[in-house]
Structures are given as structure tokens and as C-alpha cells.
């Protein structure tokens, strides 16, 4: 592995080059209700959604997308995954470390998300770090899968 390869690992602002990474991490980690290479695209772009990247490397092995809303001090975790290669090594956790220490940073108070009830995973990720349910949407995904709510309030 080159010095370079080294430099570039961690976790950064994704750009559009990490595209087809995150394609492939979205594949291999949902049965459905994914996201295409043109809803990257656009959320890359978009002004009210930031997406960090953990890299080692050439190798992106996890995403967090956030989205933002004018007018409400929170942050959505709009979607997070860990490269199937990847799992059980801390690489989501990062993430959403970095991701809540950006949203404190851009005012906001508190970071919301919902996840599939079956999701055992997700859901012992977020509980371990402070994420309790507020509410639950029924049916919410593709195979009628209900979602919880869960929200953290972010230390000012
Ligand atoms: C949920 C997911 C993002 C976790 O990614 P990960 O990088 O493997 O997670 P980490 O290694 O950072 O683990 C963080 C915590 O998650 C929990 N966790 C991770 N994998 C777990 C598993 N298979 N079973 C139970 N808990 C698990 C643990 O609480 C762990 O904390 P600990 O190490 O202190 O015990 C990953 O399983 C994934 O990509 N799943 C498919 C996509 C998905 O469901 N995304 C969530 C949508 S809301």
C-alpha cells in the first residue's frame, strides 16, 4: 500500500468519485428501498444533505447520509451502511460519531432517524449510543415493515 493510501484513510466529505462505492455498499446492504447512482447524485449536490465516507485507502467500506431541514434544528439519518467486508469493525459507529459532531457543529440539537424494527443491528448501533424511540411509522418500507422512530439530543 502506498503513503498516499494511508494519508487517505479515515473518514471525509463524500464526492461524486465515491459514487459507484456507495452504489455497491447500497446493494449489498438493503433488499429493497435502496439508493440509485442518480439519488447519490443528486443528494451530493444537494444544499441541505452532507454525506461522510470512512475510507482506508482506495476502499470506501461505510457511508452516513444526513439530511438537514431550513427551519428545524435537527439532523436525519437518512441512510447508513457498512461494506459487507467491513461489518463488526467499528466502521458505523465512526461515522456516526463524525456525523453527530457535524450536525452539533451546524446548529443542530438533536439527530433523528427511523429504522426497520427487525433491524437488530441498526437498532443495537443507535440504542448503545444514546438513540431512544419516539414513535413508530407502520408499514413504512417496501414489505410492510414497520419503522421506529429513534432520536438523540445532541450536547450543546
Ligand atoms: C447496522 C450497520 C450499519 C452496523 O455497521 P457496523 O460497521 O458493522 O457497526 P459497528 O462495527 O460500528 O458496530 C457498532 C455497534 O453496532 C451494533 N452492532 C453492529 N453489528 C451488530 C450485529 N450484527 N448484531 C448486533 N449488534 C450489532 C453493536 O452495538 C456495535 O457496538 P459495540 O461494538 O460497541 O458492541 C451494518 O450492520 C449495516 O450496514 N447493515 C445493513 C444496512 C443497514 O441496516 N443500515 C441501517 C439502516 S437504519
Redesign the pocket.
Known amino acids: 500500500m502506498s503513503t498516499n493510501a494511508f494519508a487517505n484513510s479515515g473518514i471525509r466529505p463524500a464526492t461524486p468519485g465515491d459514487i459507484a462505492a456507495l452504489v455497491a455498499i447500497e446493494n449489498a446492504?438493503?433488499p429493497g428501498d435502496r439508493l440509485d447512482r442518480r439519488r447519490f447524485r443528486y443528494l451530493l449536490r444537494e444544499a441541505n444533505s452532507v454525506t461522510f465516507v470512512d475510507v482506508d485507502g482506495a476502499a470506501v467500506r461505510?457511508y452516513i447520509l444526513l439530511l438537514l431541514r431550513t427551519g428545524w434544528r435537527g439532523a436525519r439519518?437518512y441512510?447508513?451502511?457498512?461494506h459487507p467486508a467491513?461489518?463488526?469493525?467499528?466502521?458505523?459507529?465512526?461515522l456516526l460519531t463524525a456525523a453527530e459532531r457535524w450536525a452539533a457543529a451546524h446548529g443542530c440539537v438533536q439527530v433523528r432517524?427511523?429504522?426497520?424494527a427487525d433491524?437488530?443491528?441498526?437498532l443495537?448501533?443507535f440504542r448503545?449510543r444514546g438513540y431512544v424511540a419516539f414513535g413508530s411509522h407502520g408499514a413504512y418500507y417496501h414489505d410492510g415493515m414497520d419503522a421506529l422512530r429513534l432520536r438523540r439530543m445532541l450536547a450543546l
Open positions: 446492504s438493503f461505510g439519518v441512510s447508513i451502511a457498512t467491513h461489518l463488526g469493525c467499528g466502521v458505523a459507529a465512526r432517524l427511523e429504522v426497520r433491524n437488530a443491528a441498526s443495537a448501533l448503545g
